[in-house]
Structures are given as structure tokens and as C-alpha cells.
């Protein structure tokens, strides 16, 4: 776990509402619709998928799915032009199937109270990996909560 400043990335997502029990059916399907627009206009990858949650209410998840991208770009639809948010960041790597990622959480919350700084209202996760190709002990997801001020 650590403290890094994150330099702002633009992206390309959509965001929607769901519970998190059908997160696993929601987000390949999302991620699917914004990489073929990307391969359709020519739009490269410039790191790895996100997900980044507005809110955390398990039975309507406020979530934004994406990629981001080298330069800002024209969405479509819903797909929409948007950022990954620069500045002071906490963050801290899971590795391990989904199920597990609570207890990463709970940790790096820990940190950031031990650390006397304030998170935003929102917090994002990064795909090392993906479950599609990857044993589910090795998943790795890089957790970002931004920090105020």
C-alpha cells in the first residue's frame, strides 16, 4: 500500500446501475461494447479496463466501466468521453479471486485512516488480468481511492 499522485488519464466508458451480485454478468458485455468501438475507430488502449464505483450500495451499484485511452476522444451513444482522476491516491494491489477483494479494501481503509487522509466520495479498480484467461488465485486488481486535497 501506498500514496502516489496520479496524473489524469482520459477514457472512454459507460456508466450504469446494478447490483453487485450481477456485476459479473454486466461487465464483460460493457467492456465488449467499448472495445469494439475503440477497434471500429482506430482508438488505441492506453492501459488496462477500470471500474469505478460512485457509490457503494451493494443493491444499486452506481458504476462506470471503461478503458482509458491516449487522448480525449468522441464517445457514442452511451459510450461517453470521460477521465480517470489525477492527484493524491491511495492504493493498494489484490491478488486473488473477486470474492476476496473485501478484505483489500477493508486494509487499504485501514491505511488511509492511519495515514489521517480523506478519500473521495468514489474509488477505482484496474484489471491486471483478466478471469477469462487467468487461474483465480492470480487475478491482480490495482484498488485507487483519490484523496481530497
Known amino acids: 500500500m501506498e500514496i502516489l499522485r496520479k496524473k489524469e488519464q482520459p ?3 459507460i456508466r450504469y446501475r446494478t447490483a453487485a451480485a450481477k456485476l459479473p454478468e454486466t461487465m464483460g458485455p460493457v467492456f465488449g461494447q467499448i472495445a469494439a468501438y475503440m477497434a471500429r475507430k482506430g482508438i488505441p488502449f492506453a492501459g488496462p479496463p477500470f471500474a ?7 443493491e444499486d451499484l452506481d458504476v462506470e466501466i471503461g478503458f482509458p485511452v491516449g487522448k480525449a476522444e468522441p ?5 461517453k468521453s470521460g477521465r480517470l482522476p489525477g ?13 476476496t477483494i473485501e478484505t483489500t479494501y477493508n486494509t487499504l481503509m485501514a491505511f488511509v485512516a492511519e495515514k489521517g487522509v480523506t478519500p473521495e466520495s468514489f ?3 484496474e484489471y491486471l488480468n483478466s478471469p477469462e484467461d487467468t487461474p483465480v488465485e492470480k487475478l491482480e486488481t490495482n484498488i485507487y481511492f483519490p484523496l481530497k486535497g
Request: hydrophobic residues 30%.
Open 123 to 125: 474509488m477505482y479498480e
Open 75 to 79: 464517445g457514442e451513444g452511451r459510450i
Open 52 to 58: 469505478m464505483y460512485h457509490n457503494m450500495d451493494m
Open 11 to 13: 477514457a472512454l466508458s
Open 87 to 99: 492527484g493524491p491516491t491511495a492504493t493498494a494491489k489484490h491478488t486473488g479471486p473477486y470474492t
